[in-house]
């Protein structure tokens, strides 16, 4: 089946320091692979999305490279700002199933000045 | 574009009564989806439709919740009679049918608390 699984948080960053975090997937068709952010008090947002393999997808400084070989999607910035802190949420969406996504469980996300 | 838009925004009632979210999606989507976010289950999806019908509804926990979708610009989630565990906060979602798989826009969310 379909599935995601995501790295344990919450994590705690000092502003302007690297950030990754882990996301691996099964599938059994095609995923278009996303990842989506969450501020306090509001609706997810997409943050990026790679369609096929070895894609990279990017915006706002954040970066994911579509890995077939690792089944991953790790997101990564190279520095953080305090208004980064959210929850972040990868997920995919196969071939198989229609417009259905699959989502982890979340990553909070929190950067101290 | 006005984006998804759920009504209401927050929600309290009393244990029993009954419950009704409102969803609009974009404009010219097909597809939409109403998902519930708790801190213990985290997102979960409930039910979604393809062109208003009801594809998969695996994910209603129970014959209290409903889902209608009468037409492309409006779905209704219902709770009733509605119970305290039923406190989280429920997004609506829509995507637009494609080649590959379509983003799916979220609304803001609406925040029920049921005493």
């Known amino acids: 089946g379909n599935s995601v699984t995501q790295m344990e948080g919450p994590v705690t960053l000092s502003e302007e320091a690297f950030l990754t975090i882990n996301c691996t997937y099964t599938a059994t068709g095609y995923p278009s692979l996303f990842w989506y952010v969450q501020y306090p008090g509001e609706g997810l947002q997409l943050l990026l999305k790679?369609?096929?393999?070895?894609d990279k997808g990017s915006n706002k400084g954040f970066e994911a490279t579509y890995r077939k070989e690792t089944t991953s999607f790790h997101l990564e910035k190279g520095s953080v700002q305090v208004s980064d802190s959210a929850v972040y949420f990868c997920?995919?969406?196969?071939?198989?199933?229609?417009?259905?996504?699959?989502f982890g469980t979340g990553t909070s996300l929190t950067v101290i000045p | 574009d006005a984006g998804v838009i759920q009504s209401p925004r927050h929600e309290v009632t009393e244990m029993g009564q009954e419950v009704t979210l409102r969803c609009k999606p974009i404009?010219?989507?097909?597809?939409l989806f109403w998902y519930r976010q708790t801190m213990m289950r985290g997102l979960e999806l409930l039910i979604y439709f393809n062109n208003n019908v009801p594809i998969d509804d695996s994910g209603m926990p129970e014959d209290r919740f409903s889902a209608k979708m009468p037409n492309a610009s409006f779905s209704t989630l219902k709770i009733q009679p509605s119970e305290p565990r039923d406190s989280a906060v429920y997004f609506c979602?829509?995507?637009?049918?494609?080649?590959?798989?379509?983003?799916?826009?979220f609304g803001p969310g609406t925040r029920l608390l049921v005493l």
């Open positions: 979602a829509s995507s637009a049918e494609g080649l590959t798989q379509e983003t799916q826009y």
């Open positions: 790679a369609t096929k393999a070895d």
């Open positions: 404009s010219g989507h097909n597809s």
């Open positions: 997920a995919l969406s196969a071939t198989n199933t229609g417009n259905q996504f699959y």
